[in-house]
Nanobody, 125 residues
Framework: VQLVESGGGLVQAGGSLRLSCAAH????????IGWFRQAPGKEREAVSC????????RYADSVKGRFTISSDNAKNMVYLQMNSLQPEDTAVYYC???????????????????WGQGTQVTVSS
């Protein structure tokens, strides 16, 4: 299983970015994909997760209404649209995968088996 993130960068506060996660090496039918982030000196935290089992999505309270997770099963891609970015959103963003039949929409760091290398998002004030 390989996950490759892209789309990070430097943006001013109030701006937008779209992160992409390309998933390889597993059947993109039964899965959960999560976006997580880690800022310097802080623990990795969940941002948003999506599950193929029920199509449900979950969001951290800090990003609700600003971020949107979506998937394109035909392309084995998951996206994170980030709007109204704030300096506190600055972090390395990782996508992670849990393969196989998944119950519910897990969204904890320790729920996920496979991780990408991360992409840096920096929001300037």
């Amino acid at each position: 299983v390989q996950l490759v993130e892209s789309g990070g960068g430097l943006v001013q506060a109030g701006g937008s970015l779209r992160l992409s996660c390309a998933a390889h090496g597993f059947t993109f039918v039964d899965y959960a994909i999560g976006w997580f982030r880690q800022a310097p000196g802080k623990e990795r935290e969940a941002v948003s997760c999506i599950s193929s089992s029920d199509g449900n999505t979950r969001y951290a309270d800090s990003v609700k209404g600003r971020f949107t997770i979506s998937s394109d099963n035909a392309k084995n891609m998951v996206y994170l649209q980030m709007n109204s970015l704030q300096p506190e959103d600055t972090a390395v963003y990782y996508c992670a995968a849990l393969t196989g039949v998944v119950a519910g929409t897990p969204c904890g760091v320790y729920d996920y088996d496979y991780w990408g290398q991360g992409t840096q998002v920096t929001v300037s004030s």
